[in-house]
């Protein structure tokens, strides 16, 4: 079945730090959403992507989408301690609305 | 407006027990779907329910099932508990038009099998 990875699973920077996640599809995506869980709490959606080669930016978060539509990566600049969190991608593959989530990378955030 | 309502927030069960969840979505939308997140573990999808039907499942057997009312609300049932059940299920509603709608979260009901 279908598959998503994420690296690093885990990522320890100082405040100020920059902070890449990545995540790849065993399978062609015909979208990629990323979400934000803080310890405790839900997922809460951050942005969806959908065209092949596709980048977002959110402030200090930057969005890309693979050409082949299989891979993507969060970036965050000048990590704050508000970023503190576990970062999912989740892929749907076919025409419903069914998410495939990743792994999740925890990003720990020291001051 | 308010967002997507599940209930109750904790509930402790034993095993081989049955346990129902409840989840009311976002005003406007008419599709749930229902996850389990294990502790450490990404959301894994469990199944959609949309024009009170199910319409996707994920790879879960059949002691999980669920219902979906006029309303839009959902249910999640859960029979003979296992302790590997334990786990925060979560609820998103989202709205079938071109099935790329975002889902929108509920807080999750944490769930421990003792």
């Known amino acids: 079945g279908q598959q998503v990875m994420q690296i690093p699973q885990y990522q320890h920077v100082q405040e100020g730090e920059d902070f890449t996640t990545y995540c790849n599809s065993s399978?062609?995506?015909?979208?990629i959403q990323w979400y934000k869980q803080r310890p405790g709490g839900h997922p809460v959606f951050l942005i969806q992507?959908?065209?092949?080669?596709e980048v977002k930016k959110q402030k200090r978060l930057t969005f890309q989408f693979g050409e082949a539509k299989k891979n993507s990566s969060l970036h965050i600049t000048a990590t704050q301690t508000t970023d503190v969190g576990t970062y999912f991608c989740?892929?749907?593959?076919?025409?419903?609305?069914?998410?495939?989530f990743g792994t999740g990378t925890l990003l720990a955030v020291q001051p | 407006d308010a967002g997507v309502t599940q209930s109750p927030t904790h509930l402790i069960k034993t095993r081989g027990q049955q346990v129902t969840l409840r989840c009311s979505p976002k005003?406007?939308?008419?599709?749930v779907s229902w996850y389990q997140q294990a502790l450490g573990q990404g959301p894994q999808f469990i199944f959609q329910y949309y024009e009170e039907e199910e319409r996707q499942r994920g790879n879960f057997p059949d002691r999980f099932s669920g219902h979906q009312f006029p309303n839009y609300s959902s249910e999640l049932n859960v029979n003979a508990l296992l302790l590997g059940d334990s786990a925060l299920y979560l609820c998103a509603s989202s709205s079938t038009g071109t099935g790329r709608e975002t889902q929108y979260f509920g807080p999750g009901t944490r769930l421990l099998v003792l």
């Open positions: 989740a892929g749907e593959g076919g025409a419903t609305n069914k998410l495939i």
């Open positions: 992507l959908v065209k092949s080669g």
């Open positions: 005003s406007g939308h008419d599709t």
């Open positions: 399978t062609t995506l015909s979208n």
